[in-house]
């Protein structure tokens, strides 16, 4: 299969006069798992179902496992897995019916593989679709998807409804299909989705392309916040220093409470704060992707 299981030039769809996705190239290589992040409504369900070619692109073109998208559109699908954001499942098969059907349509599976998989996510296949809760719905979706060990596995919104410890597991089958050399195209709108999995990450908004990289320089870019408390009150003046600190981006002082926004390392911030008070306590947290997208890509995204 070619080395890039995914790849675009110019792959441009207009619904009317609202441009839902721009001039996208994108390449994704084989063996990684690749993160397409953005808000809701960006472009990225757009973006798969024009590869998919369940719609049509206004303009550009796009080539999957080395195959064209609308040419060879019923080949590529006996290479790939595909989990789509809205899935609908016959309500009155049970789960193990479902996957039956799906495995008919690709002349077969290894049953003994697709037990194991369903043993891993905790999955009922014996229940009606109809009966079982949103997140064990998901569980057949992703089932269906994985069960022909695919070259390519494309999802969208994979992890939505599953419990920690299944959205855990799942994780742990990502990382082994990309370890096998396969390939995972997994579409998100939370940083959380992908940060634990993802080798590189690609960020769309209103429909461009505005990052392509890894994951670790994504997250270096990410604005956190750290709160410090301190054993004495604060002046509001009394840190001035700290604004202009590198990736310093903002300051607010209550009392003996001190909050940072800031990108990259905080030392410099809290050796500012310990030479002129004694710090009782220190709490982080991580921007979410909505905040990295207004913070960093503002400019290149208008």
Known sequence: MADQPILTRGLTKHYGDFPALVDLDLEVRAGEVFGFLGPNGSGKTTMIRTILDEIRPTAGSASIL?????????EIRRHIGYLPGDLALYPDLTGRDTLSFFANLRGGVDWTFVDELAQRLAADLSKKVGDLSSGNRQKIGLLQALMNRPQLVIMDEPSTGLDPLVQHEFHELLREIASEG???????????????????VAVIREGRLVAVEGLADLR??????????????????????????DGVRQVDIDGRRLSVSFSGSMAEIL????????????????????????????????
């Open 66 to 74: 080395g195959f064209d998208s609308r040419r060879d559109s019923v």
């Open 182 to 200: 396969r390939t995972v195209f997994l579409s998100s709108h939370t940083l959380f989705e992908v940060q634990r999995v993802a080798d590189r």
């Open 220 to 245: 270096s870019k990410a604005l956190r916040r750290v709160d410090i408390e301190v054993d004495q009150p604060i002046e509001p003046d009394e840190l001035d220093g700290i604004a202009h600190l």
């Open 271 to 302: 050796h500012a704060v310990m030479e002129r008070r004694a710090v009782v306590d220190i709490a982080t947290r991580e921007a979410d992707l909505e905040e990295i997208f207004l913070t960093f890509y503002r400019d290149r995204a208008g």
